[in-house]
């Protein structure tokens, strides 16, 4: 070994030691909620959101508690039928507008956030009608599809809550966001984000079905995918036409009925998972 190696080596190994140093006060429980400095986690934006303003969205499920169990119980099923088939990016998709869709991608993103040895992200290609960000009270600026487009790197439009939870938004519509999404370069980009990050889930967060083209541009970068669909806003035709269509594509895991009344219950949001 040459003299110039044996620097570099004698260089790492006291990077690695003061690192070690760094983590060896942490108790063994805790370990899992800080983010090792060398993985790409660690470079993303760190994001910590206000549980006040998650309340207004009816994003319930930043804790646990008796609000977050109707999540917790649908991400448990969808976890269940993902590792049973190997799959890694559900696609949640509606109707049309209005049924909730980004409010359950976030709720389901932050209860499986939950499960500290699970890596999750969730992906905003709703890219008309970008909501996540407000949802969040995020205000970084952050647009995905600008890294989609090859003008940008992924990691600087992604936000990480905690250790295992990264969000990708867009702080602005994409006027060509059908062209994008049909683009081989989005798919690619994609692809190299799930490498780079590795996470166990991608929830991806898409356009509705009914008014563009968008999410069927889309539909075969996807592993399956659920419907949601709003109780007092959806007719059982267009559940039905998009059940159908979604079916022929691709792994149709159900429909979400969101928005549900039940006698004797004031609650306004109540969910079915079929």
Request: hydrophobic share 40%; net charge neutral; aromatic share 6%.
């Amino acid at each position: 070994m040459n003299e110039e190696n044996s620097g570099s080596d004698f260089i790492l190994s006291a990077i690695r030691r003061a690192r070690d140093e760094r983590t060896a006060h942490v108790p063994a429980a805790d370990r899992a909620h800080v983010v090792r400095p060398d993985t790409p986690w660690a470079s993303l934006l760190s994001f910590e959101p206000n549980p006040k303003h998650l309340e207004k969205g009816l994003v319930r499920t930043l804790r646990s508690g008796p609000d977050a169990k109707p999540f917790d119980m649908m991400r448990t099923k969808l976890l269940h039928q993902m590792r049973k088939n190997s799959w890694r990016r559900v696609a949640l998709i509606s109707p049309n507008n209005g049924c909730g869709k980004t409010m359950l991608t976030v709720n389901l993103a932050f209860s499986c956030a939950r499960q500290h040895d699970l890596k999750a992200m969730a992906v905003e290609l709703d890219m008309r009608r970008p909501s996540m960000a407000r949802l969040l009270g995020l205000k970084s600026g952050h647009r995905f599809s600008e890294a989609l487009a090859g003008r940008a790197q992924a990691a600087d439009h992604l936000a990480r809550v905690g250790t295992n939870l990264a969000f990708a938004t867009n702080a602005r519509p994409e006027p060509g966001a059908a062209e994008l999404l049909a683009s081989t370069q989005a798919a690619q980009i994609l692809d190299r984000v799930e490498h780079d990050f590795a996470p166990d889930i991608m929830i991806l967060d898409l356009p509705p079905l009914l008014m563009t083209d968008d999410a069927m541009a889309f539909m075969d970068q996807v592993d399956c995918v659920l419907l949601v669909a709003a109780a007092e806003r959806n007719t059982m035709a267009e559940i039905t036409r998009c059940a159908e269509e979604l079916a022929a594509r691709c792994n149709f895991l159900g429909v979400i009925l969101n928005k549900c009344r039940f006698a004797g219950n004031e609650d306004r949001y109540g969910y079915g998972y079929d």
